[in-house]
């Protein structure tokens, strides 16, 4: 089972930040958060990851709590083409994917 | 980024007969490859874990009879569907993980097979 919950879904109006929560309350001190997102019908695309420190890249940032038990995703302006599910994993040597969210970017 | 492809992008094939898709790491060179499955409105459900050079380790439920991996290189994978029926309808899509490197695994775009 994934190790994550996250919401099922989230709107978000087009230029705005998209900001996608996620709880990872039994993480272990190891491992990684990874994001990947999939847009219908393609393979999932990976964004972003990170183990105790924020990271950003030029796809989006990652914001993990200090008790590394959530995380959130941030797409600074999300534009309709961020329209997808968004995976939040907790790394078991093999990716798991939960259900994710579904971000509908509208505008 | 790292590029994995897939081939074909979508097969038809008769029920019974048996379908090879092939997933290939571009850029870089992937010790392991893993093989997911997707059906209509769910999550990818891993199938497989598939290292260069060694017998595949399959997830509970899956059959490795008719799920087929091979791994004889660096940069290709292949999975075989062995007897397809019409239950096997799915996306099919492979990720591989750079040698050498961290967690991270590239996704390909994904096969979708459809059997008749």
């Known amino acids: 089972d994934a190790k994550t919950t996250q919401p099922p879904s989230m709107d978000c109006a087009e230029g705005r930040a998209a900001n996608l929560p996620c709880n990872h309350s039994?993480?272990?001190?190891?491992?990684?958060v990874y994001w990947y997102r999939q847009i219908h019908s393609q393979g999932p695309q990976y964004i972003i990851h990170g183990l105790k420190n924020n990271e950003t890249n030029e796809m989006a940032s990652l914001i993990i709590t200090e008790d590394r038990k959530s995380s959130t995703l941030i797409l600074p302006h999300a534009t309709l083409r961020d329209t997808a599910v968004y995976y939040c994993?907790?790394?078991?040597?093999?990716?798991?994917f939960g259900q994710g969210t579904e971000l509908s970017v509208k505008p | 980024g790292a590029v994995v492809s897939q081939h074909p992008s979508r097969v038809i094939c008769k029920s019974g007969t048996s379908v090879k898709i092939e997933c290939r790491s571009l850029?870089?060179?992937?010790?392991?490859m893993f093989w997911y499955r997707q059906f209509p409105k769910q999550s990818l459900m891993l199938m497989a874990t598939s290292n260069e050079g060694s017998k595949a380790t399959y997830e509970q439920g899956v059959e490795k009879d008719k799920f087929l991996i091979n791994h004889a290189s660096l940069t290709l994978s292949t999975l075989t569907v062995t007897s397809a029926h019409p239950e096997d309808s799915s996306f099919y899509i492979c990720s591989a993980r750079e040698s050498g490197g961290i967690e991270t695994q590239y996704f390909g775009p994904g096969t979708r097979l459809l059997v008749l």
């Open positions: 850029d870089f060179q992937a010790t392991t």
């Open positions: 039994t993480i272990s001190g190891n491992e990684y």
């Open positions: 994993i907790v790394i078991e040597g093999k990716l798991i």
